[in-house]
């Protein structure tokens, strides 16, 4: 590419950087996570429009770092190939002068781009990437980047971050203030949590492009689909089942493609994008937990939010959701596994591990009025803590709040907007 284009290319990019001291963010937990002073790449992976970017521009600029940025999201640097990113580098130095962090955002849009971040590294660059494919982290930067690397998962805004942005208060105790939590939620679990979709009124617009641009850039072109059309029927299916335990047989006859082997290849493909999250059967033989897997969209908004789709006011599905989202929030970056527990007798909705050891059981019912249903969710609580040897038992639901004892085990029901407060 002829170097003045590239020069007006990301001229152009830094203005739209600079845009941002104008915004109003909300701070973000994962922002603690990103080490600035580390010599490892600090790669923060997630979902298209989950706030990657916003995150990390605030990382660097609250600590007044000085930094260089190019986005290879950019429909005018589609072409660029890896042999080019020097020439990136250099405009990059006239138009900053002399950096020592470079923000890179979308790099997996670049062919063997960890060349040239290998090549950063090891001048003592500090590198800050974002993008848009777990294969950087289970596959890429595992091979390439071996110990050279940090990763922070971020997901659209939790309940926490959605209250900041609204400014709703969440430390008063005042019946006034519950309500407006409680309302607060109401709109949350219908809404969801992508940041740009609190400011936009035609919704599921957004959530149509969003998931469009997913299946056919992210996906499609990347892993170079043939069967596209019955890839994109499934994917939609998924999103309006979910969560749902899959069956690739029963998935590979529906859609009319050749193999389950393809059905699990397309699952993974969603899975990479960051659209769907999976979610293992509990057990403590190694080869039962790898089957029956789980699939939770990645957000609500998701689930209903687009053309065609028909999950509608699922309350108690978009419940258990956002539960499960927020375990991930909350555990897997400190290293723990979550399953879900199911045998003939009973279920529980959430097992939270560390190895070998259970420390939490989550059970998720939007309402527990009926005794029948009371009955049936504090039944597999108990059956999971038997079968597990875990005491830590929590109830989540809508409203309720006490604390009660079943069979010698202490159960502490909760409503879920209180607890992920």
Not at 9 to 32: G, H, S, T, V, Y
Not at 254 to 281: D, E, M, P, R
Request: charged residues 30%.
């Amino acid at each position: 590419m002829d170097k003045r284009i590239l020069e007006t290319i990301l001229a152009d990019q830094a203005e739209e950087l600079e845009f941002k001291k104008k915004l109003r963010f909300c701070r973000r937990n994962e922002e603690d996570r990103i080490d600035l002073n580390s010599p490892q790449a600090q790669v923060v992976i997630g979902v298209r429009r989950s706030g990657k970017s916003t995150l990390c521009y605030n990382a660097l600029s609250r600590r007044n770092i000085k930094f260089a940025y190019v986005n290879f999201d950019d429909e005018r640097l589609i072409n660029l190939k890896a042999d080019d990113l020097n020439d990136v580098l250099e405009v990059l130095y006239k138009i900053n002068g002399d950096f020592d962090y470079l923000f890179i955002d979308e790099i997996q849009n670049i062919a063997e781009w960890y060349l040239f971040v290998n090549r950063l590294l090891r001048r003592q660059m500090h590198v800050v990437i974002t993008g848009s494919n777990a294969k950087l982290l289970s596959g890429e930067l595992a091979t390439h980047l071996t110990g050279r690397h940090h990763p922070v998962t971020l997901y659209p805004f939790s309940f926490a971050e959605y209250c900041d942005l609204n400014k709703i208060d969440v430390h008063s105790k005042s019946t006034k203030s519950i309500a407006e939590r409680r309302a607060a939620f109401d709109e949350y679990m219908r809404q969801g949590g992508f940041p740009e979709l609190q400011f936009i009124s035609d919704d599921k617009a957004y959530i149509d492009g969003l998931v469009n641009s997913i299946l056919k850039r992210d996906i499609e072109q990347r892993f170079k689909v043939v069967h596209t059309s019955a890839f994109e029927q499934m994917a939609h299916h998924l999103l309006n089942v979910a969560p749902a335990i899959i069956s690739e047989k029963a998935l590979q006859e529906t859609f009319g493609l050749k193999s389950a082997h393809t059905v699990k290849n397309y699952i993974s493909y969603l899975k990479q994008a960051y659209l769907l999250v999976g979610l293992h059967k509990y057990s403590p033989k190694s080869r039962v937990r790898a089957i029956g897997e789980k699939l939770y969209p990645i957000d609500v908004a998701l689930m209903n939010k687009r053309e065609d789709a028909f999950s509608g006011e699922n309350l108690g599905w978009r419940l258990e959701t956002i539960v499960y989202l927020e375990l991930l929030r909350k555990y897997k970056s400190q290293g723990k596994d979550i399953y879900y527990f199911s045998d003939r007798s009973g279920e529980c909705d959430f097992v939270v591990c560390e190895g070998r050891k259970t420390e939490l059981l989550v059970q998720v019912s939007y309402d527990i009025s009926s005794p029948k249903t009371r009955k049936r969710e504090i039944a597999g609580l108990l059956l999971a803590a038997k079968k597990t040897g875990c005491d830590n038992l929590l109830l989540l639901t809508d409203h309720d709040y006490e604390d009660i004892t079943h069979n010698e085990y202490n159960i502490s029901i909760r409503p879920v907007y209180d607890y992920l407060l």
